[in-house]
């Protein structure tokens, strides 16, 4: 499973970059509202980039949350979770495939099922309002599933003491406010009791 472990938050080893207006924002419509999000193109291109490339394609329209915790985040982009009370929602990927770094201009990879490379280069912690990669807890084991963070989840940083290693690739900029409503629904299970569907994700900028 794709799984964020929980763990006690720790301090901040870094904090967030201030907003960088060349880099591209998305634009998430769910059934709870709109949010917008800086992605970090800058600084991790990689993934980044296959983030981008997943949005433009449709992957993620009609999917649902799978997993919202309050006081810790947000997890969605499992295939399987297009249907809201899937026993497998948490396990999916996208296909083995290519993308290209929109920052190099080179292509990249998805393979052994629909993972990309770690990209544990840029020092910017789970902080409130980041985006950031969710993964099996082995190396290269990210694909398409990410968590929106509610609170300082510092121990999820990959260059923290933890285990957990979670590499940042945005932040909202717009909207916090319904991802935190997100995390508050009621669950059964960490699966929100009334389904939240994400309409679609329009990248700008890019």
Same mark, same amino acid.
């Given at each position: ?8 938050? *720790?301090?901040? @080893?870094? +904090? /967030? ?5 060349? +880099? &591209? ?11 917008? @999000?800086?992605? =970090?193109?800058?600084?991790? #291109? ?8 997943? @949005? %433009?394609?449709?992957? =993620? ?17 499992? &295939? =399987? /979770? %297009?249907? #809201?009370?899937?026993? !497998?929602? *948490? ?9 290209? !770094? ?17 990209? !544990? ?6 902080? &409130? ?12 084991? *990210? ?7 509610? /609170?300082?989840? @510092? ?39 009334? #389904?939240? %569907? ?9």
């Amino acid at each position: 499973d794709n799984v964020v472990a929980m763990g006690c938050a *720790g301090s901040s @080893a870094a +904090n /967030a970059p201030e907003h960088n207006a060349d +880099n &591209p924002t998305a634009t998430f419509d769910c059934t709870m509202g709109t949010f917008k @999000a800086e992605i =970090y193109l800058d600084r991790v #291109p990689v993934t980044a980039s296959n983030f981008i490339d997943l @949005a %433009k394609s449709g992957f =993620y329209n009609g999917i649902h949350f799978h997993r919202v915790i309050p006081g810790f985040m947000d997890q969605f982009g499992c &295939p =399987y /979770a %297009k249907d #809201p009370r899937s026993p !497998n929602a *948490g396990t999916g990927n996208p296909a083995d495939g290519t993308f290209t !770094n929109l920052k190099t201009k080179t292509v990249e990879h998805r393979t052994n099922g629909g993972n990309i490379r770690d990209e !544990n280069i840029s020092k910017d912690t789970n902080g &409130p309002g980041t985006l950031s990669m969710a993964n099996t807890g082995r190396p290269n084991s *990210g694909g398409s599933q990410f968590f929106l963070n509610v /609170a300082d989840n @510092a121990n999820l940083d990959w260059f923290s003491a933890g285990q957990s290693k979670h590499p940042v690739f945005g932040k909202i900029i717009e909207g916090y406010d319904i991802v935190v409503n997100i995390s508050k629904v009621p669950t059964t299970n960490d699966n929100p009791k009334t #389904p939240i %569907k994400m309409n679609s994700i329009t990248i700008h900028g890019i």
